[in-house]
């Protein structure tokens, strides 16, 4: 079965913390896509990442990281030193040959300022 | 305009009234999908579309009917719907990479969504 848990249906952190956001999946697969999608306020989805299952290194994209690790079946997200621009809801989300895409239900992230 | 478009962005429509949501995508993409974002269900795939074709369709009622008539346009109709259908519907488009082993989609790109009230 296909899978996506995202388990921290909200956190709230002051501005300029460290946050990490968990994405854990479930697959048979051994070729798969991974992604991170962020929903703002406004409503549109806006595409942060894709890993593909072969490709275990971490990136960094300014105060984006993203921690890939296959052994615990995990792509967590953190973001360092946080904005309230950051505040929004973001989606994990697996594609595999199995299936089309599969969204995790959404962590809401609200930054105070 | 540029990226993923949707028209209207708000649509109030009784139970016995037809209307249908338009999604224009201006990427060159190949894919296409509509999405229910709801409450209870955060996001919802309701149609895939690769190449024009239907390769998707996540056990919709048969109220909700999607056209593609070609790889930049995308509609979906709606009809006798239910007050539970209220929802943000979102379209979105990709690169599907159509292979003799399977299709590979790549990460989409969604419009700003259509916000729909069933009364």
């Known amino acids: 079965a296909q899978k996506v848990t995202q388990a921290q249906t909200e956190i709230s952190v002051v501005e300029k913390e460290d946050v990490t956001l968990d994405c854990v999946y479930e697959t048979r697969d051994t070729t798969y896509y991974l992604f991170w999608y962020k929903q703002p306020p406004s409503g549109e989805l806006v595409f942060l990442i894709r890993r593909n299952s072969f490709d275990e290194q971490n990136e960094i994209s300014g105060r984006y990281s993203w921690n890939f690790q296959k052994s615990t079946s995990s792509f967590n997200f953190t973001i360092t030193a946080s904005q309230v621009v950051d505040s929004a809801v973001y989606f994990c989300?697996?594609?595999?040959?199995?299936?089309?895409?599969?969204f995790g239900s959404g962590t809401r992230l609200s930054i105070r300022p | 305009e540029t990226g993923v478009t949707q028209t209207p962005r708000h649509l109030v429509m009784g139970m016995t009234n037809k209307k249908s949501l338009k999604c224009e995508q201006h990427?060159?993409?190949?894919?296409m999908y509509w999405y229910k974002q709801s409450a209870k269900k955060p996001l919802e795939l309701m149609f895939v579309?690769?190449?024009?074709?239907?390769?998707e369709n996540n056990s919709v009622p048969s109220r909700f009917s999607p056209e593609c008539p070609n790889s930049s346009h995308l509609f979906l109709h709606l009809h006798t719907l239910q007050p539970e259908d209220s929802a943000l519907y979102l379209c979105?488009?990709?690169?599907?990479?159509?292979?003799?082993?399977?299709?590979?989609?790549?990460?989409?790109?969604f419009g700003p969504g259509t916000r729909l009230t069933v009364l």
């Open positions: 989300a697996l594609h595999s040959s199995a299936s089309k895409i599969i």
């Open positions: 990427l060159g993409h190949n894919a």
């Open positions: 979105a488009s990709s690169q599907a990479l159509i292979g003799t082993s399977g299709s590979w989609y790549n990460e989409q790109f």
């Open positions: 579309y690769s190449l024009e074709e239907r390769v």
